[in-house]
């Protein structure tokens, strides 16, 4: 049994509310921290703006909070993408801030989350190990990889036990923001095919919310955790055919159009991510196949709108 509070920032968005569900269900002392108040918060949660240090440090001092998941953040290359700047103070500034509270308060752990962007593309489909090189093409992945870089400097000079996980695609009850799966789904829904650029020769990794949810809550507990960055995605990769069969599994009515100005977002030159360390390590495995995975997201958005689930 943890002792003391986890802090769960960006407890409003997909992971971050996750993570908090899971917390406060199992009987655990969890804050939560976002720019606003959410509905049906599954925990206390403090309107907090990344950048306001003070009240970090108080926030910290106040609820005893002795672990940290920092899920607070520009949350994808589709964010922002006319301000620059503005996902560098964020993504940057925001983490460094937090890992000075913890250097400062001697927080026990500090999980945080990096992007399967931060690879960049590659030229071939091997599988990719966490060595491999990281040459992001994103203002968002690259703030990853320099989020990276100052774990590694808090943790070898300062001794901050930290850990970032490079999750690929994180889809399902709760993410709002533009999301191929969720993106199939409504368009079933409503009788539109879904348009893409390509059918077969971009690849795409799904990781479902639940699976991301277990291993951070793995990386929280562990008593030491033998590696700085882990990669935490499906173990495949997949084109855009492929997804539509596996979701038209449970989710009748899905169609795909070619258009080369089709939805952009979350496709790869990249092979797909190697999770032996995180199986290793930190018991990961994908349990929620994409079917299941679909199924149970349509079922999420039709309570949203009111529907039934099918």
């Keep these: 049994m943890m002792t003391g509070t986890t802090l769960v920032t960006g407890v409003g968005g997909l992971i971050g509310r996750g993570v908090a569900v899971r917390l406060a269900a199992a009987g655990h002392a969890v804050i939560g921290l976002d720019r606003s108040i959410p509905r049906d918060a599954p925990c206390c949660v403090l309107a907090h703006d990344l950048g306001d240090v003070h009240r970090l440090h108080e926030v910290i001092l106040r609820h005893a909070v002795r672990r940290v998941v920092h899920a607070g953040g520009i949350s994808g290359p589709m964010l922002l993408r006319d301000d620059p700047a503005k996902i560098t103070a964020v993504n940057v500034g925001g983490l460094v801030d937090m890992l000075e509270a913890a250097r400062i308060h001697q927080l026990e752990r500090v999980v945080w989350f990096s992007t399967i962007l931060a690879y960049g593309e590659r030229a071939d489909a091997a599988p ?6 990281l040459r992001p093409t994103t ?6 990889v320099a989020g990276e870089a100052l774990l590694a400097g808090y943790a070898a000079e300062h001794g901050v036990s930290a850990v970032a996980l490079r999750v690929a695609s994180c889809y399902g009850p709760g993410r709002t923001t533009a999301c191929f799966i969720r993106t199939l789904i409504e368009n079933a829904r409503a009788g539109r095919s879904t348009r893409v650029a390509d059918l077969t020769s971009r690849t795409r990794q799904h990781v ?3 699976d991301v949810v277990d ?3 793995t990386a929280l507990a562990a008593p030491a955790i033998p590696q700085l ?3 935490i995605g499906p173990g ?3 084109n855009a055919a492929q997804i539509a069969s596996q979701v038209c599994e449970t989710v009748p009515s899905v169609k795909l159009e070619i258009d080369p100005a089709g939805m952009p977002w979350n496709t790869f030159a990249l092979g797909p ?3 032996a360390a995180a199986r290793r390590d930190l018991d990961f495995a994908p349990r929620v196949r994409l079917p299941e995975g679909a199924r ?3 079922a999420w958005l039709d309570r949203q709108t009111g529907g039934e689930a099918p």
């Design 229 to 231: 960055v882990y990669n």
């Design 215 to 217: 291993v951070v809550l």
């Design 139 to 144: 203002i968002y992945g690259a703030t990853k």
């Design 208 to 210: 479902y919310i639940d």
């Design 236 to 238: 495949e990769v997949l």
């Design 128 to 133: 990719v190990p966490e060595d491999a090189p």
């Design 296 to 298: 149970r997201y349509a």
């Design 273 to 275: 991510l190697d999770i």
